[in-house]
């Protein structure tokens, strides 16, 4: 591609269309000069090509694999599974192999695979495999290019995957989708996509009814309190550990019924894929929001640059909110207005009665004395509880400040860009948590 052409194409792509011709020369002599100076969105690391890093989806597992002569076979079970959202709150969804949404599957353009799909509900189900071109027999509708796979029965899927990008797998029956049966289904390409990236994360947005009390999600609902990424509603959610410095890529994909505008802080990124795979680098506008549309996958990618922990979270305000109700279970709580003494007192006695739930530190619960003269008091006062010490169980959260969990709630979680001294720290517990999980060194 000529300069010239590489650079319309550019700056289209980056809204400086309406430039005159008479300003191109000017421009693009401007444009080399800050080329000189790459933005943080395009800039590489000049790493070897070489094959990409394995994908990361916080709080869910990966599938295993076994050969046969050259084709993965993968071994998919759908079924009933308990999924703790958030402290406290378990829900019976319907997910795959044990959890909601199911293990990933990770495999690599031109691979043959092989997928063992056997039925552990009580109803028939199918599987959808979600922008792959394969053939019909293969593509999961029932009674269309399928018989549904009866309780008890099992059906086997195998086709060669000619795609690399970001893919999911989902059953094809409504309501199930609703329930939860939705797995990552990410292929590779045999060489890194370029500029390599070094963290590859991967998340599933989904959203719940459910009632307090209710364990089972109302799929019928068409307002939803419980969002979650990856099965887990913040604090929950498993931060996104980098290093500073390093090219992170994060995939995400939505199968519900509202689409998410998901919003990074601290940071600008060029959107590089979508549900049909990896994007033209000269469509790569900036952003620090993509909207993720319901069946849509979209990939992000920028630079770690900017060292702390930054918030990752849908922008819609009601998906940035736990339903704190059924976190009391089946306490009573007054709904009528409190004066600030008792609604203190309500709170601490709650707090005291075995919840997972912590009195958010400091200025957190501070109140104004006329408070309960102001029309439309309460808001987000009184509602900051922290769960520091129920979530606080894997090497990711490790020195986060003291009540950070009280500000994560929804479809949120932290991306945490740790300087190198720090990193190698959280490596070295990593390690050792995997080394006691194993067993090792004993
Ligand atoms: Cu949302």
Request: glycine share 8%; proline share 9%; aromatic share 8%.
């Amino acid at each position: 591609m000529n300069s010239r052409r590489s650079f319309l194409q550019r700056a289209l792509a980056f809204g400086a269309g309406a430039l005159s011709l008479p300003t191109l020369a000017a421009a693009e002599s401007s444009q080399a000069r800050a080329s000189s100076q790459p933005s943080a969105w395009f800039a590489a690391n000049h790493h070897a090509a070489g094959p990409p890093v394995a994908v990361v989806t916080p709080d869910i597992p990966k599938l295993p694999y076994t050969l046969d002569g050259g084709v993965k076979v993968f071994h998919l079970i759908a079924e009933p599974v308990k999924r703790e959202l958030a402290p406290g709150r378990v829900i019976d969804a319907w997910g795959y192999n044990g959890v909601c949404p199911g293990p990933t599957i990770e495999a690599n353009r031109g691979d043959r695979v092989r997928i063992v799909l056997d039925n552990h509900l009580p109803e028939p189900t199918t599987m959808h495999w979600h922008g792959l071109e394969i053939p019909i027999r293969m593509d999961g509708m029932p009674y269309i290019s399928q018989k549904p796979i009866v309780p008890g029965g099992r059906f086997v899927y195998e086709f060669t995957l000619d795609q690399d990008g970001t893919f999911f797998y989902h059953s094809h029956g409504a309501m199930q989708e609703m329930m939860g049966m939705i797995g990552m289904f990410i292929l590779h390409p045999r060489q890194a996509y370029a500029p390599r990236a070094d963290h590859d994360f991967g998340i599933v947005l989904q959203e719940w009814a459910l009632l307090p009390n209710n364990s089972i999600p109302n799929t019928a609902n068409m307002e939803f309190n419980w969002l979650t990424l990856n099965g887990k509603a913040g604090p929950a959610t498993t931060p996104l550990v980098v290093r500073q410095g390093n090219r992170v890529r994060i995939r995400m994909v939505n199968l519900g019924m509202d689409h998410h505008p998901v919003h990074l802080h601290g940071h600008t990124f060029v959107v590089t894929g979508t549900e049909a795979g990896r994007q033209p680098e000269s469509t790569w506008g900036p952003g620090n929001t993509v909207l993720v549309g319901v069946a849509q996958a979209r990939d992000i990618e920028f630079v770690a640059n900017n060292p702390g922990d930054w918030m990752v979270h849908c922008h819609l305000p009601h998906h940035m909110m736990n339903s704190m109700m059924d976190l009391l279970s089946d306490r009573a709580v007054s709904t009528s207005p409190l004066s600030q003494k008792q609604a203190g007192e309500q709170m601490e006695l709650m707090m005291a009665q075995d919840q997972p739930m912590e009195m958010a530190p400091d200025a957190a619960q501070v109140i104004a004395p006329n408070a309960s003269t102001v029309p439309g008091f309460p808001q987000d006062g009184l509602m900051e509880v922290a769960m520091d010490r129920a979530v606080d169980k894997s090497p990711e959260f490790m020195e986060l400040p003291p009540g950070w969990s009280a500000g994560m709630q929804g479809m949120m979680s932290l991306l945490r860009i740790m300087p190198p001294e720090q990193y190698d720290r959280y490596l070295a517990a990593k390690s050792a948590s995997r080394q006691h999980a194993t067993g090792e060194g004993r």
